[in-house]
């Protein structure tokens, strides 16, 4: 999934990074960009309430993976 920050915005035109970000609106389950404050609340809750979870990779990617190759299923 896009991640809405600074770095994308920096590969990206102003204009080519909006339409990612609206794209995702359509293309991914959740309807929305990977932004830095999901990512933030995620490591919270790993800091604060995961206290017997070890190993794990943690998908931020808005549901993207379920429909990778399928996108005229959502």
Known sequence: GILGNNWTKDILSEA???ARV???KTQYPL???VFPI???EAALWLI???RVMTGE???MDSGQHLV???R???
């Open 16 to 18: 080519g990074y909006q």
């Open 22 to 24: 609206e794209s995702a």
């Open 31 to 33: 309807a929305t960009a």
């Open 38 to 40: 999901d990512v933030a």
């Open 48 to 50: 604060g309430g995961a």
């Open 57 to 59: 990779c943690i998908r």
């Open 68 to 70: 990778t190759g399928r």
């Open 72 to 74: 005229d299923k959502i």
